[in-house]
């Protein structure tokens, strides 16, 4: 796909975005549409239905959470670790192995999946980006946790993006 002609789908929904968020409606279809446009397609993806499945298994999984440390603080996947994507090495993890399976995710996908492209490029062979991000996450029923232990509460980033957020309890700013 040509980056001009992704540039004028990521334009029309956004578009649509804003004129649906007007109406107080957005749906799984125009998430997924939306998606469509940010996303690069360069790090694979998972399913949260996946990831859970992976979860209960208890996987050895690596879990990093790509979002602001407000973001993690409101709520998080459980056992995911914090990291700033401006400031990423993907050395500072320091796994025994470049084979280990890492999940990545954020809000949506978009910041999450520059890190997995940096991962990739540091030689990492197993990393995915969480499909829709934390906020498909939480409008599948899945759980999320913060210091507490589990909440409802998800940070929503902010009101434009918060529309996408169809299940659990909004926070926004810090």
Known sequence: MSSMYKRLQLFLTLSWLFLLQACGQTNSAAYDLMLQGLYKDTVPQITPEDLNKLLLEDSP????????????????????????????????????????????????????????????????????????GIFKWVNSGLPVVNAHG?????????????VWLQKGEKVYGE
């Not at 589990?150 to 918060?162: E, L, P």
């Open 61 to 132: 999984a690596v879990l990093l959470d790509t979002r602001s440390k407000a973001e993690y603080s409101v709520s998080h996947l459980s056992g995911a670790r914090l990291i700033t994507p401006a400031s990423f090495d993907p050395e500072a993890l320091k796994l025994q192995s470049k084979e280990v399976q890492i999940i990545v995710y954020c809000s949506v996908g978009y910041r999450s999946e520059r890190v997995g492209e940096k991962l990739l490029g540091a030689g990492y062979t197993n990393v995915q980006n969480l499909y829709g």
């Open 150 to 162: 589990k909440t409802k509460q998800v940070h929503a980033y902010s009101r434009s993006w918060g």
